[in-house]
């Protein structure tokens, strides 16, 4: 593929933002004939602090002697890059709705909110705008297709909290690819409505697709397809590793975003696909570092599919970028860093395998136990107390409630072992890490609000935006 410049020149200078005076807003101006961009893939890592991002790193090379994809495009110089501004409407600190909503419909909206003005204006997600162009469009996810991210990209709604509801509201939309979780929201078994979706779907034409398996035979269909692989989140990738059963059954990432492009591909006019690696998020949310760095790199695997696929079509603009940080987790200064760190490199299970394996009946013993055998790590007979203290009031009927789960009290323990610790257990407000390859790219100044992404990708492929969401000159405000 022909190399471009890592930034080109253009006519863009800066304006105020809503929120942060002097704060950047992109209007993308000066599109280059001949650099059009026919599909566009969306990547999100949703929740990555840049420390997820180093660590994921640092690991791959320590693991497996090699750079992580993400960086290794840094390291070749074969993207632009910039950071981004991800404030919402109503907060410095975003949530993912608000997140996806700015780059989806292009206006900061109220965390919670997907694509609706707190005056209630509706504002048409990029993903209905790309469709109605007549190209092909899709979602991947590692959490359920009607969360916040992928909800962003495809609806509007003043609340992400129904995700029922949302599973409905995509049905009018006819999007080519839906992969995912979220089985619970489209199954009438499950759902507290006992509305067949699946069926729905149906009967507008889709294939649908409950397991990895059946993902694989409906390569090639060329019905819409639709797929939700587990009732809620995708397991952990580190969890999936080491069972078989979730290795046959529920495809990665990067599968997901294989299958996904092979059907989207086969649009003459081109598409738009966004890939959203979700429980980097609730791993961190979770304080869970083993989950947290290899969902990391279950997602930079799908970027390899991504940059692969764009590299041989050389018409295809891949954006890579986060939608907020969160926990902001690192690697920290001590004599037993290096040591500390190794551990990543050796553990079987996540803290979610290990917490919820465990009941109120242990003995410290055989929390001791359960963690060294998951994760390599020896804790004290009193740090095994601590942890189970957690479990004397749990209600123990079906599953435990995650949030109950001591979380937090694990990863305070751990960070005596690996050296890595947490700033918090939620999102923070952070400037995150963009990237863009391919063409287009030359449009993405060095600092951006997360708003300025929707009417790039419009530019970027040509479909230019309505009188309704033209794109004014941009101009330099007075000093």
Partial sequence: ??????????SLTAVGSTLIPGGSSLFAAGKQAGNTAKNIIFMVSDGMSTGTLNMASLLLRQKEGRQSNWLKLYEQNLVSRALMDTAS?????????AASSA???GVRVKNGALNVSADGTEHTPILQKFKAAGKAVGCVTSVPITHATP????ITSKSRGDQSEIALLYLPLKFDVMLGGGQQYFDGAKRKDHKDVYSQFIQQGYTVVKTRQELIQAAGTQKPLIGAFADDGLPYALDRIQDSTLQAGTPTLAELTREAIAKLKQNKNGFVLQVEGGKVDWAAHANDAAALLYD????????KVAIDFAEASEDTLVII???HGNSNPGLFYDDKANAGFDTMQHVKYTNEWVLSGITRNFSAAQVIERLEAAQGIAITKDEAASILSHYTNLNEEGLYNPYKLPYHELAQIQKNYTCISWAGNNHSADYVELAAFGPGRELLPPFV???DLHNLMLNATGVMPTAAHALPKRHRSAP
């Fill in 1 to 10: 593929m022909k190399r471009r410049d890592f930034f080109r020149a253009t």
């Fill in 89 to 97: 409407a109503s907060s410095l600190v975003t949530d993912s709705a």
């Fill in 103 to 105: 780059w989806g419909g």
């Fill in 151 to 154: 909800a962003g990209f495809s």
């Fill in 296 to 303: 990391q790199i279950a997602f930079d695997d799908a970027i």
């Fill in 321 to 323: 970028t986060t939608d």
């Fill in 449 to 451: 609000k997360n708003t």
